[in-house]
């Protein structure tokens, strides 16, 4: 989308106005003057470069957060709701998670909601969140949802009166928990816009993994018991093994999705080859974890792209899904 007021065109019409300021009074040439025009000038210029740096450049969520404590009893928890949900906004807004530029329009709108479920006398909670973010589709006002996380192993201590602090050197539960899901978001963006683009940021959410190895705090340790929770959620991202399914995600995004408006017939295409290539590295894979979660949030999608595809489109990508992700298989009905 084009700026109704490009910088380019600010910057001469402020440039030529100082000019006809000073061609309006020939005859102030003074060596005083003159100083004046150019220091007049230079604030332009400087303010200038400030006006751009702001508007150019955001923080890379814009993050909704809600807090349920329904299930909580008693008085003395009352400040949780407004507080954490505060803190927690400013805290995911308000930091500079990458080194990358990103524009208002870029940033990634998600939401976190978290339920309550019990509190003890010295204000330690357990909660269950889910985190989802989305990202837009290229050429249209819409967005997708990128992933949907459920996390309901969350136990942390809140004080009243507690501020957060970003600290990647030490864990704490509340920080720790927010930056791995942080990083996981970014991860599943960047993925979506270059091949295996989110490298970096899955490494990060591992590095939060780790620190809270010796921290025995609930959630971040290896289970025998439950496959499906943080320390094997990016140990399968950062396996190589799961990168086919990594590119299939950005084929998905980049390529079907972002090119529908110009070419849905190619786009369909595309979204073909990428399901075609999930199929292929699930059919190796020792774990659907990762499966789950791209069908989780794109099955309803995935039917409505290909409803109207050509016949032999949708009876390839409906017979792909119906062993791919048969927890689905009423949405792609239409397929058929």
């Known amino acids: 989308m084009s700026d109704p007021c490009p910088e380019s065109e600010i910057f001469f019409l402020g440039f030529f106005y100082i000019i006809g300021l000073k061609n309006n009074n020939p005859k102030n040439t003074s060596f005083y003057s003159m100083r004046f025009d150019l220091q007049l000038i230079v604030a332009f210029v400087c303010y200038f470069s400030l006006f751009i740096s702001v508007k150019g450049v955001a923080q890379e969520f814009n993050c909704t957060v809600n807090i349920n404590d329904e299930q909580l009893e008693g008085t003395s928890y009352d400040y949780i709701k407004q507080s954490l949900a505060t803190e927690l906004t400013a805290y995911i807004n308000d930091f500079r998670w990458t080194e990358t530029e990103v524009l208002e329009h870029e940033r990634i709108n998600c939401q976190i909601s978290v339920v309550l479920t019990s509190a003890n006398t010295d204000y330690t909670y357990s909660a269950e969140a889910v985190i989802s973010a989305r990202r837009p589709i290229y050429g249209t006002m819409q967005e997708t949802t990128s992933i ?157 792209m290909l409803k109207d595809a050509e016949s032999q489109i949708r009876l390839a990508a409906y017979t792909i899904l119906s062993e791919t992700d048969q927890a689905h298989l009423s949405d792609y009905e239409n397929l058929q």
């Open 148 to 304: 949907i996380l459920n996390d309901q192993a969350w136990q942390f201590s809140y004080p009243e009166g507690r501020s957060l602090v970003h600290d990647e050197l030490t864990f704490e539960a509340v920080t720790g928990f927010i930056d791995y899901y942080a990083y996981l978001m970014l991860g599943y963006d960047f993925d979506s816009f270059a091949k295996l683009g989110g490298s970096d940021y899955f490494a990060k959410a591992q590095d939060v993994v780790d620190l809270a190895q010796s921290s025995n705090a609930i959630g971040w340790a290896r289970s025998s018991n439950n496959r499906r929770n943080r320390f094997t959620l990016v140990a399968d991202l950062m396996n190589s093994s799961y990168d086919d399914l990594r590119q299939a995600y950005y084929i998905y995004h980049r390529e079907a999705l972002d090119g529908f408006t110009q070419n849905p017939n190619q786009a369909r295409e595309a979204a073909l080859e990428a399901l075609e290539l999930i199929h292929t590295t699930k059919r190796r894979s020792t774990s659907n974890f990762l499966f789950d979660l791209f069908f989780d949030s794109k099955s309803r999608e995935i039917a409505a």
